[in-house]
């Protein structure tokens, strides 16, 4: 690109100003060029405008530069110099911006290079950078490597700790591009050379390799307190943090907690204790059919022309789960408000509720813009949803429930359970909140544990009910349907390749101020410029 008069005269004015885009440079890297620049006194941007005159990037090709700032063709960069990492470099040397040679200037004219995917010899496998980018199925190729770094993953995650964030996230990473290999690993230096196969995991699988166990992970699985924490966080409501109370305590089994008197008041920690052994059970495949059934019978009374869908792990064709989760939405944006109470009183009335909350929505527009920051956990969003537990009748594993004689045949068997949902009426607010139910059951001298030892003919099962607009809808769909790195890679990759913000809410794109609509799911990946991958194709 030619330099102008313009930006001749910002340069000879000292008043060059540089961007540096961060996709394809370390963190750490790119921390350090930072401080030297600053420190050679040359000005930097933190963000692109008009005022920039050099775009410095690790990328050699114009078209994937355009994409990143997010403009619609060369033309928007004006008599900006779009340069490689060598003329900063060289810059620094010299302290002070030297003058642009051919040398330094990204090409303009080459076809622009693969981003989603790369390889760096012949014999190795085309891996793409994000795990989004890439086909991840149930059934993959590399169980043994897969399972001992999770097991790794787990541990660092439980301690939490130092650390521990970024060792948990590196393992997870590394099984995430095993799950996505077309082959069983066989050899190291198969997969040495892709990225986010770190030295730890590499070391990992070499020892499987040569031994078929790795110590490491093998002394992890024998560790006491690893053993523990495993078993008190799958308590519905107990997290590391609790659990590594429970252990302080000297507890070693779930059944010291029950019979415990000193118990937090959380409600989901007071029913998931009293019902763990049912939330212990995958949940099957077949009876999140039928309840999802029920509910899109329920709420197409309420509302015709809602739409009702199965998301997470059951979206992905998992044959079984810890809970199901199912999204909300109305193609007339406004109809789905005051749904949900409404929903919730017919799944009562059919016995089907066993207890839970009702969160309301606090949606903002500034929650599309503002910073956000990724846990291994994910993100929160936003909707109106009911999070509670609720009675699959035991008919439920049978499966069917696309017909009305199954329906009627659950609703028999559900209006025939005499034990009380405890949800109490949604009119009242006051005895919708979850203490409120707890205190009236126990004016009644009842409590979950009552329910739980009673004879009865269905299990305790975890569901989420989301609602949503449906502007937002297909965001809210790829979100709820994970899994959960998928989502935050994905996020991750609009942040870092597109300066954009992505969450189920919908796509923000921070250069041009606005959000990105979406009609579809695959929209969703359009706007994102990555290929699009079927939710049973998005298990890393």
Known sequence: MATSSRLTEKIV??????????????????EDIKKAT??????????????VTHVVTESDNMQQVIRWLDLDSDADLHDVEVVTLTWLTDSLKAGKPVTVEAKHRVNQDSEE??????????????VADWACQRVTLLRHHNHQFVDALEILQKYAEMRDVNQDYSRALAFRRASCVLKSLPFTVTSVS???NIKDMGAHSLRVIQEILNSGVCQEVETIKKDDWFQKMKMFTSVFGVGPSTAKKWIERGWTSVRDAQQSDNISSDWRLIWGLAFHSDLMKPVLATEADVFTCIVREETDRLLPGAIVELTGGFRRKKQSGHDVDILITHPDEGKETGLLKQ???????RGLVLCGNLEKSTYTDDVLVRDFKLSMRGQLDHFEKWLGICKFHNSFQHGGGKDSTTAECVNRNASEDRMPC??????????YEPKAKLKKMAAENLTPKHIADSDRGWTARRVDLIICPFSQYWY????????KHFNRDLRLYAQRVHNMKLTSHGLYSQAKGKIIAANSEKDVFDNLTIPYREPYERNC
């Open 13 to 30: 004015n000292n008043k060059t100003l540089i961007y540096i885009l961060s996709q394809r440079i370390q963190r750490r890297r790119l």
């Open 38 to 51: 600053k420190k050679k006194q040359i000005n930097l941007s933190d963000s692109f405008s008009s005022n």
């Open 113 to 126: 290079s693969v981003d989603e995917e790369h390889s760096s010899s012949s014999n190795e496998p085309v």
């Open 190 to 192: 198969q997969i040495e």
């Open 343 to 349: 929903l919730l009183e017919r799944l009562e009335r």
């Open 422 to 431: 405890f949800h109490a009426s949604l009119d009242d607010k006051d005895d």
């Open 476 to 483: 809210a769909l790829v979100g709820w349907t994970g899994s």
